[in-house]
């Protein structure tokens, strides 16, 4: 329980730092900004859309009766809802993180920078990096999109479905969240994603206790912009106490990553 603790410590460590460095928290709002507004309409768009999408995949109810019918396609509206929420969730972080690549590595090596010690590098091309992003980011999302379908269907569980399964979801978010945010610093010190995964594997109960408030608070209308410069200095924070210096990986094993 310890670990959940000072996972959490490490959120609020990093809104203090860019609460502390007022450049670097508008410089980290950017490129939340405008992934906000591309989510926000993807959103509305479902919530206009999902009885019809719903009326549509179930054609074998159109002759039920009433109420069961309404009951039924209310009950599935709401979970495709539920299921775009949750992938907007997951996915923001990754298309963020994304989009606002320089920026975030610009953060990330200031955090570095003012906590003291060697400033980290990769020493790779911009766009190789942003390839390596991509690509990692692509194989969380498989991941995750796996998970999803596995909690959508365990929605239909009576209780269980209304009640664990929702907690998984969070746990679920929060833990690839914190993959997510931490691999902006440990991708600088030259550790490729499966070793990145084996890092937060070790230590999970602090990965979700960074993760899973974070994944709730983005919950939250305009909330995951806000938090996401913040978030990405704590993850930074978090990573370099997870990682001591010598055990950093060298940044020519990066480049030749073959994963």
């Known amino acids: 329980m310890r670990d959940i603790g000072a996972g959490f410590g490490y959120l609020i460590q990093g809104q203090r730092w ?6 670097w928290f508008g410089f980290g709002l950017l490129p939340g900004l405008v992934t906000l507004v591309l989510y926000a309409a993807a959103l509305v768009g479902l919530g206009y859309g999902a009885d019809d999408l719903v009326s549509w995949a179930t054609p074998f109810a159109d002759d039920w009766s009433s109420p069961w019918l309404g009951l039924f396609r209310n009950a599935l509206t709401v979970l ?24 975030y590595e610009s953060l990330s090596a200031q955090v570095d920078r003012t906590e003291g010690g060697e400033v980290p590098e990769s020493g790779l091309p911009l766009w190789r990096e ?29 209780v269980v479905g209304q009640t664990v399964v929702p907690v998984i979801g969070f746990c679920v978010t929060g833990y690839f969240l914190s993959e997510e945010l931490t691999a902006v610093a440990l991708q600088r010190r030259g550790m490729v994603l499966k070793d990145r995964l084996v890092l937060l594997r070790g230590r999970r109960m602090l990965a979700l206790g960074f993760g899973v ?25 978090l990573a370099r106490d997870l990682v001591a210096p010598d055990e950093d990986v060298a940044p020519a094993q990066y480049a030749l990553d073959k994963g």
């Open 18 to 23: 860019v609460g502390r460095h007022g450049r």
């Open 80 to 103: 495709v809802f539920a299921l775009g929420l949750f992938l907007a969730v997951i996915t923001f972080t990754a298309v963020t993180l994304l989009v606002g690549e320089p920026f």
């Open 130 to 158: 942003l390839w390596i992003s991509a690509r990692d980011s692509i194989r969380i999302l498989v991941r995750v999109g796996l998970y999803s379908v596995l909690l959508f269907a365990l929605g239909f569980i009576p």
């Open 213 to 237: 408030p974070l994944g709730l608070a983005f919950l939250v209308p305009f909330v995951a912009v806000f938090l996401m410069p913040g978030a990405v200095a704590g993850a930074t924070l």
